[in-house]
């Protein structure tokens, strides 16, 4: 099965990772597109990101580059306290966006996207959009009703939830209420969650194989089961901690069938954007 990427991220000036430079070299696009054939990625959802200064025009880099590049299916940046207009929204579809990502880093923000106007939810629905979620617990805990009233839109929640980092792998108990916002949101079929960013869980971040994650990803499957579970590799943020083959290593599916693996690691996202048209 030919695998698909749900979470990566290229920046025209590179990502500035912890050393303030791209763990990716100079060239992001060039790297993303050399890894891409080694592993045989066939598409891609690329997350559009301009929460710093630095990343301005991030959104229009990404629509400009998939016009040439039919693998990649771009999410646009929008900003959780700026609501988009309708007409905003259906104009990126038009310019070739997938979808939007909108990140929710705390409540104060998870509050802010839930007071979007019905109108922008309704846009999203009918564009059939993707809308990728950097969404914490405290503010996945603000968005319930929000996210159900997207049915048509494909929510995805990046990063498992984004539990935060751990030392040791906690008791499923305690990654169960953990991520208990965001496993409540499993009763809606149009709700998915990214196996990505494990580095985000880990503390220390390199410590591959993120043993800390195993709860939350258990967890996850529990709720979702793996026909809503889709694998993304956090390409270049993630290269400052482990290498692009660490991110693709699916030893946390050890409990899932070989076509099931199969889906998480490609197949769900393909058949997704296929409906989609993307």
């Not at 559009?48 to 400009?64: I, T, V």
């Not at 998939?66 to 259906?90: F, K, S």
């Not at 009703?145 to 935060?164: E, K, N, Q, R, V």
Request: glycine share 10%.
């Amino acid at each position: 099965m030919p695998r698909a990427d749900a979470h990566l991220h290229l920046f025209a000036r590179g990502f500035a990772g912890p050393t303030g430079a791209s763990d990716a070299g100079p060239d992001e696009l060039g790297a993303y597109e050399r890894l891409r054939a080694l592993h045989g990625i066939e598409r891609g959802l690329v997350v559009g990101y301009e929460g710093e200064p630095r990343y301005a025009g991030n959104s229009e880099e990404l629509l400009e580059l998939a016009r040439t590049r039919p693998w990649i299916a771009p999410l646009a940046y929008l900003p959780a306290g700026r609501p988009p207009d309708p007409g905003r929204l259906r104009e990126l579809r038009d310019r070739g966006a997938a979808g939007v990502a909108v990140y929710l880093p705390d409540a104060a923000a998870g509050r802010a996207f839930a007071a979007w106007p019905a109108s922008a939810r309704a846009a999203l629905r009918d564009l059939g959009a993707i809308v990728s979620l950097n969404a914490t617990p405290e503010a996945t805990a603000e968005i319930g009703a929000a996210i159900a009233d997207l049915a048509g839109a494909w929510t995805l929640f990046s990063h498992l939830g984004l539990p935060g980092r751990h030392a040791r792998p906690p008791a499923a108990s305690a990654a169960r209420a953990r991520l208990a916002p965001l496993l409540a949101l499993a009763a809606h079929d149009h709700v998915a969650v990214k196996l990505s960013g494990l580095y985000a869980i880990s503390d220390p971040p390199h410590d591959f194989p993120h043993a800390a994650a195993a709860p939350f990803v258990a967890a996850v499957l529990e709720a979702f089961g793996p026909s809503r579970l889709v694998w993304g590799s956090d390409f270049s943020p993630a290269l400052g901690y482990v290498s692009f083959a660490q991110t693709a290593d699916p030893r946390h599916l050890a409990g899932c069938t070989p076509e099931e693996v199969d889906a998480v690691m490609g197949g769900n996202l393909l058949d997704e954007l296929a409906r989609r048209s993307c």
